[in-house]
């Protein structure tokens, strides 16, 4: 059994079942769901990356609104903003976790 397939189990079992793993240019992707999911860096480092799909139409308004939040939002280490892509729009969450993981102890 490799590590990804240990650490999916290990997932799955504590109520976090994944839609898959892909390696990145430095770790590992963990896909919680289509636009959501956790990067742990060969460094140690975890990233969480949260997207919602939003209305295109209120870019504007969820901007404005990030503006003002900006102080709470730093507070908890999140950085906030929305992607515009081919497919739709995102409101994107992104924090860098307290907790170092390191795969090569999975």
């Known amino acids: 059994m490799d590590k990804a397939e240990l650490l999916s189990r290990l997932l799955v079992e504590h109520g976090m079942p994944t839609r898959g793993f892909e390696n990145i240019e430095r770790g590992v992707r963990i896909r919680f769901m289509d636009n959501s999911y956790v990067d742990i860096m060969d460094s140690g480092i ?34 906030a903003g929305i992607e515009v892509l081919s497919e739709g729009c995102y409101l994107a969450l992104l924090r860098k976790l307290d907790l170092k993981i390191s795969m090569e102890h999975v």
């Open 46 to 79: 975890t990233l969480l990356y949260i997207a919602r799909r939003v209305g295109c139409e209120r870019v504007l308004e969820l901007r404005d609104r990030i503006k003002e939040y900006l102080t709470r939002l730093s507070a908890l280490n999140v950085i």
